[in-house]
């Protein structure tokens, strides 16, 4: 498959409508979830899995709030850029 013939789920014909709602779903789960991150009850709420985690327990040298405010930036971030386009994040040489 060409990037020509890669249908973006808002454009596309046919059953590509359900990924359309699929990715708005999305954004309002990422956006919704980063901003909770950024209350205090939120930060507490998370801090024990944060500390239990292998991935995610280097975030402790940030703190209980820095630990989530640098998770909720992430998902954020992840919000903002799940509605663009795909070949607006490609590289076009």
Do not use: C, D, H
Not at 30 to 56: H, R
Not at 73 to 85: D, W
Request: glycine share 8%; proline share 5%; net charge negative.
């Amino acid at each position: 498959m060409t990037l020509e013939e890669f249908n973006v789920a808002e454009r596309g014909a046919g059953s590509y409508w359900p990924l359309s709602i699929l990715r708005w779903v999305m954004v309002l789960i990422f956006f919704s979830f980063g901003i909770q991150k950024f209350t205090p009850q939120s930060a507490e709420g998370i801090a024990v899995y944060i500390s239990n985690s292998p991935l995610v327990s280097w975030l402790s040298i940030f703190g209980v709030r820095g630990e989530a405010y640098v998770l909720g930036v992430i998902e954020l971030t992840t919000a903002v850029l799940l509605p663009r386009e795909r070949s607006s994040l490609s590289y076009q040489p």
